[in-house]
């Protein structure tokens, strides 16, 4: 789980152009949203697409389980990791 994470971290830098932001910069349980990365809807939306492209996920923009899901980088690689085994 935690080479997943690590990857999930370089998608979010990647996708959000976060040039000065290293993986060992992003905490893995911090919010992703307001306190933590501070990241918005916009990242948000860009963020989903390119894990969806990268990990043939399939979110739901307006589901709250979507929205638990975007929690943290934990949360984002398990439910990855959840719906690869399916």
């Known amino acids: 789980m935690q080479l997943l ?3 999930v971290k370089q998608v979010i830098i990647d996708v959000l152009q976060l040039e000065d932001m290293t993986p060992a910069d992003i905490d893995t ?3 992703l949203f307001v306190d933590g990365l501070g990241l918005d809807s916009i990242d948000a939306l860009e963020l989903g697409v390119a894990l969806q492209k990268r990990y043939g996920i399939s979110l739901s923009a307006d589901s709250e389980e979507t929205r638990r899901h975007f929690a943290s ?3 984002l690689a398990a439910m990855i990791a959840s719906q ?3």
């Open 29 to 31: 349980d911090a919010a």
């Open 73 to 75: 980088v934990r949360a």
């Open 5 to 7: 994470e690590e990857e």
């Open 84 to 86: 690869r085994k399916k």
